[in-house]
């Protein structure tokens, strides 16, 4: 979700970038948009394929367009304020376009580097329901079973599928948006939380509105999902991951945390959702408040990895990446949500933000072109994610028949990634 710049500093502010992190850092964690989240599909609006029918043009990496890129990342990254950012654009039979602009560590001066970890926020969500979509290959889980089934104290759990939850339509109060969990985070960044302390938040409020009636982000439909992977696999979810996602899908620079943990080299991470609204490093700052939902760390060139398997379905079954696929309106322009992915103008993927962090992992199936953008802030500018504005940036030179965009969110609004 993104804010308006007047809210910024304000309690309330600091709570809803820490909800839209995990919503664009999530939908993507995927982020803001025009309309409220929880505006309903029109009828006759139906689930479509999220995959291009044909192919859009892509312009050729020339060294007239690459300058064109520099300059024009550049100046986003000046006049949004980013400390530092990291781009990569792979295109095949093109040059890729591996960029760092700016810096790493603001004190140090240390420039941004394509090398480095980096927290990706609601990009989790996308690990996770892979490996919720491996148990269901290994016939372990069923989409529409309900997840009563697996979890004991979900309410109205008899009646939310599992299917409902990966793709944003259960209903669940977020409990990132709780004011008692928002205090609590302020006024302890480092403090450790519990899958079931986050569902707490969560489920002292009502539910929004019955399941399937309409697409509204909230974190506590994939923390829902990482405990369901754990009490179906017997595993944690940070060993289910890298047994069954990180290992086959070759990603060595991707963990799953399970505290504040943070491999070197890695970027310092600047926010001002504190407090007082000051700026503040948040490196350190321990993401078990979002686990399933957006804990999770990795880098470039996993990313560029994961963007493709992800959106091809290297690691499922056809007909389950089909139904993964399978996106439906979200009330933002341009925009579906399937099974823990979006399209965003023909972009496949999700983002992430979480206090420090921003990141954009798309990929284009008409090119087969895939898209990373990382930086080291979370902060907006003119209530724009600015991983939103460089994706937007990138794609309005490189891919114009798919210019990437989410559209600034009211304040009020939970964003449709995380």
Request: proline share 8%.
């Amino acid at each position: 979700m993104t804010r308006t710049p007047e809210r910024r500093g304000s309690a309330q502010t600091a709570h809803r970038r820490i909800t839209a992190a995990l919503t664009t850092t999530g939908l993507l964690a995927l982020t803001a948009c025009t309309a409220p989240t929880t505006a309903s599909a029109p009828p006759a609006e139906a689930a479509t394929s999220a995959t291009p029918s044909a192919a859009a043009p892509v312009r050729e990496l020339t060294p007239a367009v690459t300058a064109r890129l520099d300059k024009a990342i550049e100046g986003t990254r000046r006049q949004a304020g980013v400390p530092g950012v990291i781009v990569g654009l792979f295109v095949p039979g093109e040059a890729e376009y591996v960029r760092s602009f700016g810096v790493a560590d603001k004190s140090s001066g240390a420039p941004m580097s394509d090398d480095l970890h980096m927290r990706i926020g609601s990009e989790t969500k996308t690990f996770t329901v892979t490996a919720l979509l491996r148990l269901v290959d290994a016939g372990k889980v069923g989409l529409d079973d309900p997840v009563s089934e697996y979890l004991q104290g979900v309410p109205g759990g008899n009646g939310i599928s599992l299917r409902q939850l990966a793709e944003m339509r259960s209903g669940l109060f977020s409990y990132s948006e709780d004011p008692d969990f928002d205090k609590a985070f302020l006024a302890d960044p480092d403090r450790d939380f519990t899958p079931e302390q986050l569902l707490g938040y969560a489920f002292k409020h009502p539910a929004n509105f019955p399941p399937g009636q309409k697409f509204q982000y909230s974190n506590t439909n994939t923390i829902l999902l990482g405990l369901v992977v754990e009490k179906v696999s017997g595993r944690s979810l940070g060993d289910f991951l890298q047994r069954e996602v990180f290992r086959p899908s070759g990603l060595e620079r991707t963990l799953f945390p399970v505290g504040a943990e943070f491999p070197k080299p890695h970027a310092q991470g600047y926010t001002t959702q504190t407090e007082n609204g000051e700026q503040a490093d948040a490196t350190d700052w321990n993401p078990s408040w979002a686990w399933a939902a957006g804990a999770m760390i990795s880098d470039l060139d996993d990313l560029r990895t994961w963007g493709r398997v992800v959106a091809t379905g290297t690691l499922l079954k056809p007909a389950t990446q089909a139904q993964r696929l399978r996106t439906l309106p979200t009330g933002y322009p341009g925009t579906g949500y399937g099974l823990g992915i979006f399209v965003n103008h023909g972009w496949l993927g999700h983002n992430g933000s979480l206090p420090g962090y921003q990141s954009v992992v798309v990929y284009l199936p008409s090119a087969k072109a895939t898209l990373v953008v990382l930086s080291n802030t979370d902060n907006d500018y003119l209530g724009n994610e600015n991983s939103t504005l460089f994706a937007k940036t990138i794609t309005g030179i490189v891919t114009p028949g798919n210019i990437y965009d989410l559209p600034p969110a009211p304040p009020s609004s939970a964003s449709p990634s995380g």
